[in-house]
């Protein structure tokens, strides 16, 4: 068996801890992550509290825990939905071409005005912050950078012999995209879907220090990161875990990217 | 060549017109109510329906585009309900905190990312290359907030060296540059981080043609190679990425203007938000997404202009 390169699996690795973590959070946790307790405020690690207790006397790693299960939904619900609206965006404007491609493009130079930040702002003005609003708008910029790719991927294998022979056959342009394009341009959409992953945990974190995505009592990394700056000279422990845990998942879903980008595209791989 | 300008230059003013629709269309045609957002729940229908005609809610949406457009265009954004003054007015007076803030991020990370992906090439597969490596993978998965919370616990609140945050006005340059420090610094490593890997690989990409084999083979030293041979050539994909990154920088300042009160565009946006003063928002939104989409039009512009063979083929 070929050798699986260095990157991949130290990224497996950090992303099997940080997932089996966010699984475990489910059904297990030393502590309710909720539960205050203000006689033992800012508690030093310890048997029972293993990294000691916030400045409500929460179980800091029960509140890691259940943060890191947050992440991990709204990471996940936001690549799942831009990624299949920009993927059946850019296998429809490869399909057809002309000016629907044209059409598709454009808007998908438009979504690149907009960083995921200045949506959220607007959805935060209007209807006020939350964590759907925060998803709404990290899934929002992930439809022109699936579209992107789709169409780029999709119009390579449009070129090839078993595709003009499907068309010889005549089988239609949508059915041609799902049978023969999708399953052939999969992996390129799986790379990008583990990157975006990162990027997408990066930007939760990001909206919810800034007070637009996850709502208190809602565990998450930015909000307990944003709450801890304002205690940085009582207990600066606070200030470093969450955001270890944030590195140690966008690393570990960037490198599993980068690997899988490797495995998937040997040249790609050489030319670095 | 002019043929080029002009259709990047109509390519550039349609995606702004079509930026301020989008913007326009979230902020007022998606439900919701912004007299209520502005009052609470709680308001009187009276207070309602004199707000919606105040704002001037109550004429065709389309009307009011051309009316916001138009108006912008003559830099009238109308009124901040929370301040009271025009929208204008705030953004003349916190501008210069964010470009000072974008330019000074800017200028760090370039510096760094050049300086550190030649190396890295230069030092390609030995120690230096898988250092630079590891720092710039690390450096992308830092938040930029995290990183400036760190650098305020050690620099402000450890060592005392600087202000941890706010700050007081240019009337003291000293003091006004010590509290600039921590959040350039903050802003530029993260970015560096990104640039460093395309400086490396394209200079990689570069170091491998005849040209640069014969430069070395007549006797220039490594460093004239590589900073007068290398990197002019390797320019292309890197300065592609300066301008997304000028917009990200741009962006980010709206992050580290919060991280450390400066008193920006980004600390006001924020206080908009909480004030719910929608008028301010949407022009700050808009002027955001416009640099967004300027830094991109300059950047296709300079394309022109760093290698000479675009401009024969436009």
Redesign the interface.
């Known amino acids: 068996m070929r050798r699986l390169p260095a990157n991949f699996l130290l990224g497996a690795v950090l992303v099997s801890l940080v997932v089996g973590i966010a699984a475990l959070s489910l059904v297990w946790t030393p502590h309710d992550p909720q539960t205050m307790s203000i006689p033992t405020k800012f508690a030093s690690p310890s048997a029972i509290h293993w990294l000691g207790t916030d400045q409500l006397g929460r179980d800091v790693v029960a509140q890691l825990m259940a943060a890191a299960r947050n992440s991990m939904t709204v990471a996940l619900v936001a690549v799942l939905l831009g990624g299949s609206i920009g993927v059946a965006l850019g296998l429809l404007a490869s399909a057809l071409g002309g000016w629907v491609e044209d059409g598709v493009m454009?808007l998908a130079?438009?979504g690149?005005?907009?960083?995921a930040?200045?949506?959220a702002?607007?959805?935060?003005?209007?209807?006020?912050?939350s964590l759907t609003n925060a998803v709404l708008a990290i899934s929002f910029i992930n439809i022109p950078i699936f579209a992107r790719v789709t169409r780029a991927s999709a119009n390579q294998i449009w070129t090839r012999d078993y595709v003009a022979a499907a068309r010889a056959a005549g089988r239609g342009r949508f059915a041609i995209s799902r049978d023969h394009i999708l399953p052939n341009i999969a992996a390129a959409i799986i790379v990008q879907a583990t990157i975006e992953f990162?990027v997408a945990i990066?930007a939760e974190?990001?909206l919810s220090?800034?007070?637009?995505g996850a709502q208190p009592p809602a565990s998450s990394w930015?909000r307990m990161?944003s709450e801890?700056?304002t205690l940085?000279?009582l207990a600066?422990q606070l200030?470093i875990y969450?955001?270890l845990c944030?590195?140690t998942a966008?690393?570990g879903f960037?490198?599993l990217g980068d690997g899988l980008r490797d495995i998937t595209d040997p040249r790609l791989a050489r030319a670095? | 060549m002019a043929y080029f300008l002009f259709r990047r230059t109509l390519g550039f003013v349609l995606t702004l017109l079509a930026v301020s629709v989008v913007v326009f269309a979230v902020m007022n045609v998606l439900p919701g109510d912004p007299a209520l957002t502005i009052l609470g729940m709680d308001a009187s229908d009276d207070a309602l329906a004199a707000l919606r005609e105040q704002l001037g809610l109550n004429a065709p949406l389309v009307t009011r585009y051309f009316s916001w457009v138009w108006n912008a265009l003559q830099g009238d954004f109308g009124l901040s309900h929370s301040f009271r003054v025009p929208v204008s007015e705030l953004i003349a007076e916190r501008l210069p905190m964010t470009i000072s803030l974008a330019v000074a991020g800017m200028l760090v990370t370039l510096v760094l990312a050049l300086s550190l992906g030649i190396t890295a090439a230069a030092q390609h597969r030995r120690a230096g290359d898988w250092g630079v490596m590891f720092l710039s993978q690390l450096g992308i998965a830092v938040p930029a907030f995290w990183l400036s919370i760190l650098l305020v616990m050690l620099f402000a609140v450890k060592l005392r060296w600087l202000p941890p945050g706010g700050f007081a006005g240019w009337s003291d340059p000293v003091a006004a540059i010590r509290s600039l420090i921590l959040p350039t610094v903050a802003l530029a490593l993260v970015q560096s981080a990104v640039l460093a890997r395309v400086t490396r690989s394209s200079a990689l990409e570069v170091m491998r043609q005849d040209f640069v084999r014969t430069a070395r083979a007549s006797g220039l030293s490594q460093r004239r190679v590589l900073w007068r041979h290398v990197l002019p050539n390797a320019l292309v994909p890197i300065v592609t990425i300066v301008g997304m990154q000028f917009a990200a920088l741009v962006t980010g300042t709206i992050v580290i203007e919060n991280v450390f009160y400066l008193p920006g565009l980004g600390r006001l946006i924020f206080q908009s938000i909480a004030n719910r003063d929608l008028p301010t928002v949407q022009a700050l939104v808009m002027l955001f997404a416009a640099i967004v989409v300027t830094a991109n039009f300059v950047v296709d512009l300079l394309y022109v202009v760093i290698d000479p063979r675009l401009k024969a083929r436009t």
Do not use: E, S, T
Request: glycine share 12%; hydrophobic share 65%; charged share 5%.
């Open positions: 454009r130079d438009l690149f005005a907009f960083p930040l200045l949506f702002i607007m959805l935060a003005a209007v209807f006020g912050p990162a990066l974190a990001a220090y800034l007070g637009l930015g990161l801890a700056q940085m000279y600066p200030a969450p955001g944030i590195v966008v690393l960037g490198l670095r």
